[in-house]
């Protein structure tokens, strides 16, 4: 169909009018989308889970990764873990990392794994089953406060 307009005496499409009509609508509806999913997709810091502090010979290294383990009547479950910055602190998220893990009073045990840490972590403190680092909370704590007590030296390897 085509149809004349009397200011402008030119030929007009009007099936060609609306799709452009119908493409802007798209593009604006697909450029809203892609803000609104932008603006959930930064980086949101998780501030209510339980903070610690790792050290290891009088220094707080950085990038090691604590893993907490929740103990109750013989069996270990991994419930969350935090990375610590690099004074030694952390904030414990579930194991999805996706929202602060609060501790509940019991029996916990931690693991620790380099992720780039300048010092080598002993073999023991990676296992469940021989980690020295066990905790009870209370609730009331205010942080796990985890030390790593080893009869050697730190090494400056990279591990």
Same mark, same amino acid.
């Given at each position: 169909?085509?149809?004349?307009?009397?200011? =402008?005496?030119?030929?007009?499409?009007?099936?060609?009018?609306?799709?452009?009509? &119908?493409?802007?609508?798209?593009?604006?509806?697909? &450029?809203?989308?892609?803000? &609104?999913?932008? @603006? +959930?997709?930064?980086?949101?810091?998780?501030?209510?889970?339980? $903070?610690?502090?790792?050290?290891? #010979? !009088?220094?707080?290294?950085? #990038?090691?990764?604590? $893993?907490? =383990? #929740?103990? /109750?009547?013989?069996?270990?479950?991994?419930?969350?873990? +935090?990375? $610590?910055?690099?004074? *030694?602190?952390?904030?414990?998220?579930?194991?999805? *990392?996706? &929202?602060?893990?609060?501790?509940?009073? +019991? !029996?916990?045990?931690? %693991?620790?794994?380099?992720? *780039?840490?300048?010092?080598?972590?002993? =073999? !023991?403190?990676?296992?469940?089953? %021989?980690?020295?680092?066990?905790? $009870? @909370?209370? *609730?009331? /704590?205010?942080?796990?406060?985890?030390?790593?007590?080893?009869?050697? %030296?730190?090494?400056?390897? #990279?591990?």
């Amino acid at each position: 169909m085509r149809t004349f307009c009397a200011a =402008n005496p030119t030929k007009i499409n009007v099936r060609k009018v609306k799709t452009m009509s &119908a493409l802007s609508k798209l593009q604006i509806a697909v &450029a809203a989308l892609c803000v &609104a999913l932008l @603006w +959930g997709c930064g980086e949101r810091p998780l501030k209510d889970g339980t $903070t610690g502090v790792l050290r290891y #010979h !009088e220094q707080q290294p950085g #990038h090691i990764r604590v $893993t907490v =383990n #929740h103990l /109750e009547k013989n069996v270990v479950k991994a419930i969350g873990y +935090g990375v $610590t910055a690099d004074d *030694g602190t952390f904030r414990l998220v579930t194991n999805s *990392g996706r &929202a602060a893990l609060k501790l509940a009073p +019991g !029996e916990y045990c931690c %693991t620790l794994k380099s992720i *780039g840490a300048q010092v080598r972590i002993p =073999n !023991e403190y990676a296992q469940v089953n %021989t980690t020295p680092l066990r905790v $009870t @909370w209370s *609730g009331n /704590e205010n942080g796990l406060d985890l030390e790593v007590r080893v009869g050697t %030296t730190p090494s400056s390897l #990279h591990k």
